[in-house]
């Protein structure tokens, strides 16, 4: 296979702004079918970045019926994630899947048996991998620079950035908040940068202490309160079966001026690492404290550093399309990042530590 031709279903925000402009710098990629549930959302994306044959769907199995398409991107609410995904596959497609994977474990489960069923590829769309910052310090993990990693910290804090738009603050259809909206790319870092995908236990809390009161200083516009079903914040101490401890915390709104989004710090046993002031490693060598600030500029192994991880993602989907290869995001590790959200959210509401084993 040499081009790859694509369908796009959801062409709202995150279609419009990330996978569509990241497709069309793709020349292996054709984007060849558009559905919506807004058809003229889905007519001005085929109008922008479509082939001049492309079509609009007004019905999303209609699409998934045409066998001209190859891949489809799913970037729809939440709740539809898995029902789409599924019926992508069973037709034959391979899927991205714009993050979270589902709106619950069960449905991501449901997503994943059915990859590995049908012999389809099946990704999540955590661009922050590969961003510059996040290659260097995986490649470092690799590596072993930092030695055996046993305890992270994952930061996905806003101060007053509520998205107001859309249907992120309905819990039916989104299945909660910021946990599952940003902190799902820090948890997802933190796992991808240890290495470590066995959780042990979780122990969760989540507050809806902004989201009762609204703000006029956040950053998309006042929400209404009556609106707002979903947490605010949400915070985790979650224990791995090797030991490993990762912190994980996540708001929208919270009175704090510690505010970071899709980061990683790590502790290992010969250096640490963070990316909250650019990307610094730290530690002791000749009997003295060192911190290194990283600069990412210049090439990484030989190559420009990528500066654009939404570009990255796409391209790197696309390859492993063309030339059969697993995904740089696994089904598998998407999974255990769903498990451990919805773990938190559980503990959260049993006020009690979830058990993995």
Known sequence: MTKVNVGMIGCGGIAMGKHLPSLAKIPEAQIVAFFDVASDRAHEAKNRFGTHDARVYHDVYELLRDQDV????????NDTHAEISIAALEAGKHVLCE???????????????????????LSIAYQNRYRADSRWLHQAC??????????????????????????????????GGPLIDIGTHALDLALWMMDNYEPRTVLGTSYRKLAEQGSQANLWGSWDPAKFTVEDSAFAMITM?????????????????????????????KAGADMKNGLRVNGEE??????????????????????????????????????????????????????ILEAVYESANKGQAISFV
Request: proline fraction near 4%; charge should be negative.
């Open 70 to 77: 190859h891949v489809v991107h799913v970037c729809t609410p």
């Open 99 to 121: 993050k979270p994977m589902a709106r619950t474990a069960e449905d991501a489960r449901r997503m994943l048996e059915t990859s590995q069923r049908t012999g389809r590829k």
């Open 142 to 175: 690799r590596s072993g620079d930092l030695g055996e990693i046993y305890f992270a910290k994952a930061h996905a804090v806003r101060r007053r950035a509520v998205p107001t738009w859309g249907v992120f603050l309905d819990l039916e259809k989104q299945g």
């Open 241 to 269: 079966k090797s030991g490993a401890t990762v912190w994980l915390e996540s708001s929208w709104a919270l009175n704090t001026l510690d505010v970071d989004e899709a980061k990683v710090s790590l502790s290992g046993t």
């Open 286 to 339: 000749h009997g003295r404290l060192y911190t290194q600030e990283i600069q990412m500029s210049g090439d990484f192994g030989g190559n420009p550093l990528p500066d654009d991880a939404a570009e990255q993602e796409a391209r790197a989907w696309i390859d492993a399309i063309i030339h059969d290869r697993e995904p740089v995001v696994t089904a598998k590790q998407a999974l255990v990042v769903q498990e």
